[in-house]
């Protein structure tokens, strides 16, 4: 089973910083196989970035991702008010797996 | 427009077995390439998979439950059913149907989750 590190656990700025999250396999993982989930209190996770670095509908360009084999960051630009949430990767060889999530929160 | 909704007990005992149901619309588990799985939250914590169903009724499960888990179709009612046996108290969670597709690596959308409480 390939696990999912993210860092940090949590992450306080301010509106209108920029967001760095990152997500390290524990074995190489293909691009394709790698996404972005965010996920706001009593809600479902919304995807936001699938093989690595593609958006998903609706999701709006200050969120972006990269990496490849075993480390993958998602960046938001510029914060936004609503973008403060919990945001997890997952990857889907074998068996799709999850990190234990970052939280970004208000500063 | 695809949704899914989660129904089920709020509250097991343990040892019972827990019986979930995903009640969907705006796809058919008919159409070649679909599936759904399920994924669970305990509370304050990460996201887990644990099972995936398919048109061809191919069936996927997490391997460290996979002993305790049935997960069924019924097309005609757009409905997938996952089965947990032995519940236990660590077994309190969130659980959440997601749509997928074969050729997809991710799930999208998601049920809104249903809350299920293991205790005596």
């Known amino acids: 089973e390939i696990v999912l590190t993210q860092s940090p656990g949590t992450l306080s700025l301010s509106p209108g910083e920029r967001a760095t999250l990152s997500c390290r396999a524990s074995?190489?993982?293909?691009?394709?196989?790698l996404a972005w989930y965010q996920q706001k209190p009593g809600q479902a996770p919304r995807l936001l970035i699938y093989?690595?670095?593609s958006r998903a509908t609706g999701i709006p360009d200050r969120f972006s991702g990269s990496g490849s084999g075993t480390d993958f960051t998602l960046t938001i630009s510029r914060l936004e008010p609503e973008d403060f949430a919990v945001y997890y990767c997952?990857?889907?060889?074998?068996?799709?797996?999850f990190g234990q999530g970052t939280k970004v929160e208000i500063k | 427009q695809i949704t899914l909704k989660e129904s089920g007990p709020t509250l097991v005992k343990p040892t019972q077995t827990l019986t979930l149901t995903c009640t969907f619309s705006?796809?058919?588990?008919?159409?070649?390439?679909?599936?759904v799985g399920w994924i669970r939250q305990p509370p304050g914590k990460a996201l887990e998979w644990l099972a995936l169903?398919?048109?061809?009724?191919?069936?996927r499960y997490s391997p460290s439950l996979k002993s305790r888990l049935t997960i069924t179709k019924d097309t005609s009612k757009n409905q997938v059913v996952l089965t947990m046996t032995n519940m236990d108290p660590v077994d309190t969670a969130t659980y959440y149907c997601?749509?997928?597709?074969?050729?997809?690596?991710?799930?999208?959308?998601w049920g809104q989750g249903t809350l299920v409480t293991v205790s005596s």
């Open positions: 074995q190489s993982v293909s691009s394709s196989y």
């Open positions: 997601a749509h997928r597709l074969l050729w997809w690596n991710w799930f999208d959308p």
């Open positions: 093989g690595a670095s």
């Open positions: 997952q990857q889907y060889g074998s068996s799709p797996t």
């Open positions: 705006g796809f058919s588990l008919s159409t070649s390439g679909v599936g």
């Open positions: 169903i398919y048109w061809d009724d191919d069936k």
